[in-house]
């Protein structure tokens, strides 16, 4: 083996606290070193300089002796985690931060992640991967986005407008994906869907413009003699549920439906929310903020016991036993985000990669949630459903 072949410099790289392993390309040893420690080890971190190696990983190289100045050395970044203290090595640590509780996410993040490691990304091999929440607390996002940069974060990973905008007034150098937000050119996070520039790029929700018509179509075909529909939301979460309204207001008017509007500014409202819903209207549309995907499993409990039914965007409420959700599939959103992560990991700008809309939409019908409101979804429902549950 290499190692034996120089006992004496391992040894000496070991006392100094650095890894011995070597570099398979020139058989020189290799430093695993974080910018943060070079200082400590008598590297300057101006020395330290990002490249691709020739098998297309993103390392940082060292200049500080007249080996490294050949390239003869490579030097990836060894990132210490400040909370376990436990050191793990990577190529490029990245962050998926959530304004939603992690069981919301989990179809979708397990999908990401198996996307990454399809593409060859591997947890503490090439890759060092971490999650935040902010549980549905929208007003932390900004500190744990300083968190995950300080902690070296080399690629930005969010889900919803509210982490998405977050990220972008946290850096303009750190790429960040979306894996889902609404209306990006809107909220001034880009200037083009085509042509993103900056560093962010992802999958927008825009189209769900179209998705308005969709839901009050369901509603009205499934409840009988529908007239009002009650519109819940936090409409201060983000610029998302004041849009749809908009949307969703010439789109009840052509149908001849009206809309009451309910906003929900913390979860101890969603009480008088649901009863404000059962007296003035037939069905609700719950619309998907970071209040009501957080507290989904209370905003279907108190769905049924007000007897009242309800359509939700998100697939998510349906875990919680939901009646009826139509909208994008988080697993093929996920996917595709890992897919911009590794391009992005692989050297490509951001703002050369262009921001995407779903194509791919499930409608999810809960029949056990049907029943205990003694509602019969239509045949011709069902017959359009991607999933049922029986």
Known sequence: MITEQIPEAMKARMAAGLSPKLSQRRREPMVELHPVDAERHGIDEHDLVRVMTPQGQSVFRAATSDAQRRGEIFVPIHWTDRQSNAGRTGLLPRALVDPYSPSVSARGAAAFWTRLQELGWTQGRNLIADSRSADGQIDRLPALMADVIARGAGVIVTRGTPATIAAKNATTTIPIVFASMSDPIGTGVVASLAHPEGNLTGLSLESTQDLSGKWLEVLQETVPK?????????????????????????????????????????????????????????????????????????????????????????????????????????VVLFRRAAEYVDKILKGARPADLPIEQPTQFRLVVNLKTAKALGLTIPESILLRADEVIR
Do not use: C, W
């Open 226 to 330: 529908l007239s009002t529909i009650a519109v819940i939301a936090d409409l201060n979460s983000s610029p998302f549920p004041r849009k749809l309204i908009q949307y969703l207001e010439p789109a009840a008017q052509k149908r001849g439906l009206k809309l009451r509007v309910i906003d929900v500014r913390d979860s101890r409202a969603l009480i008088s929310a649901f009863t404000q819903a059962r007296r003035q209207a037939q069905a609700a549309l719950v619309l998907g903020d970071p209040l009501t995907i957080t507290h989904r499993d209370e905003v279907t409990k108190l769905a049924a016991s007000n007897r009242l039914p309800v359509m939700y965007p998100f697939l998510p409420f349906m875990d919680s036993g939901g009646l009826m959700a139509y909208g994008p599939d988080p």
